[in-house]
């Protein structure tokens, strides 16, 4: 692909473009590149040469395979090889997350910071280097982002006071100090935490069994052995969350729990939190059994939960407040003395301006109300979708100077198989286009969809709305990354229960998708359906979404959480595995994973992954909503915005 079609593709101007070239020595330092970033810029790296550990091949800038060895190590970026080329986008001394480079490398930077380069390790300083080029093209989009500063409403002494000061366990016993605070709904929080590379840890030792096996299976880190459930305001803790190292994590990692405050601030949401970093272990002076050692310093595990944040981008202001009658020394539950400041970190985040849940809500019960086009009784708005709206707003047919593309999922080829909303499609009395997708991997499928869109697009013009299910969602966002052709006329995507992040399953072997992929086995299907799951993994989605946290186009989510009263046979088995992940999921996806990065939230329906789009699915209002997907894209579009994303 030249350089000219993706930045095409990405948006962005070649005009101001600079090159550099350096080298990254086998040093374990990080190597300044001297090159400074604006969020949405893009970058193109291309690495070469080699360098040689001790009793090893010599590693190339991918890096060397992991092997079982290597989950003992502790390096830089754990999921990706030794010795590969890693990098990070820091401002001032906040550590961005690391992010793969390789021998090759096109993304954009995710939030404004320098760039550095380093040969990932565990301390072994090889012997080499690698000769890097970097090319830095400014981005010709405007991005907006609110600018930090004070936020107009700001936690009060009096609501810091009345936050309990340390946690206690099940017997009531003080333990660790609660030592810093967010200010954000839970969608904010979640998101930001993720961004910054934390992950959630499991409530169970089975649920950690479980996930260990698999993460084993796919030699990946596994942080979330479980956390003990401590309270605070009465109760567990809501989330728990962590960083570490493979295997090691149990020994050593950065953790926290957050419990949600029963106040705001202003209209936003209050996360108390209580952070440590396990350095060892230790044994515990109440029952003499072995238990984590922590940094008796804990505020500089506070400090740098905060400075994860900031280096995400995701911190609008933050301040240091101090309690009435602070903890400044004491011992933990099980006897351990530990010391600090005093003081309490407030964070507050950058609000989600792309939430648009409220209208489409809105939107989709007006529908069902008024014109139901899906004919029947379908009770209560809210038995279909999680935050219900409106039923009274008024709209007239649907414009046709839009035409609509339905992109298919997984399996969308295989005879026998249903495409998304294809028998409910032509009540929108708009002209629809319909795409069913082969399960080859994601760039396939991108390069297919441009020679679809050429051709049927040759001698109409008008602009495309996509509507992309399931995987159709990931092969829509490649389209447009790397098929210049698919943003000319693709005007917006909206993504259905699209595999945005991935999917655990995806990590599996293709039987362990229970009914899903059986029905596969009895007909036959278009693809490669190994490279096809391969392109679900989480791993693969993620570092797709690092890489490009800027959609090139208007993009929305739609996710979806399965009742498990209706929830489809088919999809019974792979439930089962999810839940053990999160909860809150279709059947085939969690929430987390139906979110494209950077997109503008749309909410949550009530349904499976079959249901909310399939006609052999659980029942469902698809084509209400299908509309209402639609009048949204179309309302959103026509409204002035004051930049671009």
């Known amino acids: 692909m030249k350089s000219a079609a993706l930045l095409l593709s990405l948006g962005l101007c070649a005009a101001g473009a600079a090159t550099v070239e350096i080298n990254v020595p086998g040093l374990n330092a990080w190597t300044d590149t001297g090159i400074d970033l604006r969020r949405g810029d893009a970058i193109k790296i291309k690495a070469t040469g080699t360098v040689q550990f001790a009793n090893s091949q010599p590693a190339g800038p991918a890096g060397l395979p992991r092997g079982w060895r290597d989950l003992l190590r502790t390096f830089t970026l754990n999921d990706v090889g030794r010795g590969a080329l890693i990098g990070r986008i820091a401002k001032g001394d906040l550590g961005g997350r690391p992010f793969l480079v390789g021998a090759e490398h096109f993304g954009q930077a995710a939030t404004d910071g320098r760039l550095y380069l380093i040969i990932n390790q565990s301390g072994e300083q090889p012997q080499g280097s690698f000769k890097v080029t970097i090319e830095h093209i400014p981005s010709a989009a405007v991005v907006t982002q609110a600018p930090s500063g004070p936020p107009p409403d700001r936690l009060t002494q009096e609501q810091l006071n009345s936050v309990p000061r340390r946690v206690v366990d099940a017997e009531g016993t003080e333990g660790d100090r609660t030592n810093f605070i967010l200010v954000g709904s839970e969608r904010e929080v979640t998101g930001a935490l993720q961004s910054a590379g934390w992950v959630v840890v499991d409530r169970s030792t089975k649920d950690s069994v479980l996930k260990g096996i698999l993460g084993t299976f796919a030699k990946e880190a596994y942080l979330t052995m479980p956390m003990s459930e401590l309270m605070v305001f009465g109760r567990a803790q809501d989330y728990g969350y962590a960083q570490g190292d493979p295997v090691r994590v149990v020994m050593a990692r950065h953790h926290f729990r957050i419990w949600k405050a029963p106040f705001k601030v202003g209209r936003r949401d209050v996360w108390v939190g209580a952070g440590t970093h396990d350095v060892g272990f230790d044994k515990d002076q109440r029952n003499g059994k072995i238990t984590h050692r922590i940094d008796p310093k804990t505020d500089g595990e506070r400090d740098y939960i905060g400075k994860s944040l900031e280096g995400a981008g995701r911190v609008l202001w ?122 080859n991997g994601s760039r396939e499928n991108a390069r297919l969809i441009a020679q679809v869109l050429r051709e049927q697009t040759a001698a109409d013009t008008r602009p495309i709305i996509a509507i992309t299910y399931s995987k159709g969602t990931p092969d829509m966002q490649e389209a447009l990354v790397y098929e210049p052709d698919v943003a000319k006329r693709v005007v917006a995507q909206f993504s259905i229960a699209g595999a945005a992040g991935g999917s655990p399953l995806a990590e599996l072997l293709p039987e362990s998708l229970g009914g899903y992929l059986q029905y596969s086995n009895k007909v036959e299907c278009q693809g490669d359906t190994a490279q096809g799951l391969n392109s679900l993994k989480r791993s693969v989605r993620r570092a797709f979404q690092a890489s490009f946290p800027v959609p090139v186009i208007p993009v929305y989510s739609l996710a979806a959480v399965a009742d498990p009263s209706r929830l489809s046979s088919k999809l019974a088995k792979a439930a089962v595995v999810l839940a053990k992940f999160d909860p809150r999921h279709d059947g085939q996806l969690t929430v987390d994973d139906a979110l494209v990065s950077g997109s503008r939230f749309a909410g949550v329906v009530k349904s499976d992954h079959l249901g909310i789009a399939l006609a052999g699915g659980e029942k469902f209002p698809r084509a209400a909503l299908l509309e209402s997907v639609v009048r949204l894209v179309i309302e959103d579009l026509g409204k002035p915005k004051s930049g671009s994303q």
């Open 318 to 439: 933050k301040e240091y407040l101090t309690p009435k009658d602070p903890v400044l020394k004491a011992k933990t539950a099980h006897g351990q003395e530990f010391e600090s400041d005093g003081r309490t970190l407030i964070l507050y985040l950058r609000e989600d301006s792309a939430d648009m849940s409220t209208r489409f809500a809105d939107l989709f019960c007006s529908v069902l109300a008024q014109s139901n086009p899906d004919s029947g009784e379908w009770g209560a708005c809210g038995d279909w979708i999680e935050k219900p709206g409106r039923t009274d707003l008024k709209f007239g047919p649907l414009p046709k100077d839009f035409r609509v593309l339905l992109v298919g999922g997984f399996m969308s080829t295989c005879s026998g198989a249903g495409l998304a909303f294809d028998d409910v499609a032509d009540r929108l009395g708009m002209d629809v286009m319909r795409l069913r997708m082969p399960n």
